[in-house]
């Protein structure tokens, strides 16, 4: 025996936190590019694992942020928010997976509940302690806009070029929330009851009020985001029966979400840059 031992070179085992602001953020150019292939995406950026897993290297991330997409028929949208979205988490030093919700043909779509269903598998599937649900086709223009939770539930797209960079009411709750798993839980998810276009974002943001939390919204300069100007999708029409819904969420927010949330898994399939859960969530009762 030579009596040697192999000693790494970091003899805790451990890695470092990762600083509490990631180093050479920066604003940045985007634009919508129709023609991105996935094959191109996937070269360019080595590091995602399977199911769209990223990790920092070298440091330990503060929060695991699972990003929960509502899906259906947007594909080209899909491709540039994952062409922008991977270089930009792998910049704020993000550990965070991205979960696809799609809803299945041929029922009205339902938003929130694809949100709930994306908080409930995304948890089952890693140790997530942050949920970002965002739109498919909102971009942030500026890495400083950190994809993390903080102490009160946050509103991300408050500086939309859409509404030309400000907040178009103060109230607005719609496209990207972050929410820690105690806050979301707290306010029983999102609506199901929300089905077609407009509202669930409202209601959500009652639920938050009902509880005392407050809201944040990151500073008007660096929230600078794009949304891919679109058509109201078919399957998506506004039913007008929103406003009551919105009026009563206080009444209603213990017995409608999380804990009455049901639905039929049609498949989960792990694509290389992200999760695709296709689902069946039922139609309106
Ligand atoms: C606003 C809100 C959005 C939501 C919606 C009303 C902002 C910036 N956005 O967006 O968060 O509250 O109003 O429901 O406030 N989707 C599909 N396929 C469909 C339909 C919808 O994938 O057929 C998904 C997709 O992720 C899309 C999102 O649902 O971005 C919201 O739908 P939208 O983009 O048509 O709604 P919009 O732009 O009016
Ligand atoms: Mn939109």
């Not at 959500?204 to 985001?225: C, F, H, N, S, T």
């Not at 206080?250 to 399939?269: A, E």
Request: hydrophobic share 35%; with cysteine.
């Amino acid at each position: 025996k030579s009596g040697k031992m192999f000693v790494p070179s970091n003899t805790s085992g451990e890695i470092p936190d990762c600083p509490e602001i990631p180093p050479d953020l920066s604003p940045l150019n985007v634009h919508y590019i129709p023609n991105i292939t996935y094959i191109k995406i996937v070269s360019q950026n080595p590091n995602v694992g399977p199911g769209g897993h990223g990790k920092p290297e070298g440091c330990k991330a503060r929060q695991k942020v699972a990003l929960i997409i509502p899906f259906r028929d947007r594909d080209s949208h899909l491709r540039n928010w994952l062409y922008y979205m991977h270089p930009f988490l792998k910049a704020q030093q993000a550990d965070y997976g991205i979960y696809v919700v799609e809803q299945s043909e041929g029922s009205m779509f339902n938003r929130a509940k694809l949100m709930n269903v994306g908080y409930v598998l995304a948890s089952n599937d890693y140790d997530y302690n942050c949920f970002i649900f965002t739109d498919v086709d909102i971009i942030p223009m500026d890495q400083r806009n950190l994809y993390r939770c903080s102490s009160n539930p946050k509103h991300m797209a408050n500086a939309l070029d859409k509404f030309n960079f400000i907040l178009p009411y103060p109230n607005l709750f719609g496209g990207i929330v972050a929410f820690t798993k105690e806050q979301f839980t707290k306010v029983n998810g999102f609506s199901n009851m929300f089905w077609g276009w407009g509202g669930e974002d409202d209601e959500l943001y009652q639920r938050v009020v009902a509880v005392g939390m407050k809201v944040e919204r990151p500073d008007l300069i660096i929230a600078r985001a794009r949304m891919i100007s679109h058509n109201r999708d078919a399957g998506n029409e506004e039913t007008g029966k929103s406003v009551h819904l919105i009026f009563k969420a206080s009444q209603r927010m213990y017995k409608d979400g999380l804990n009455t949330l049901n639905y039929t898994i049609i498949g989960i399939t792990g694509h290389k840059l992200f999760t695709k859960i296709t689902v069946d969530v039922g139609t309106e009762q």
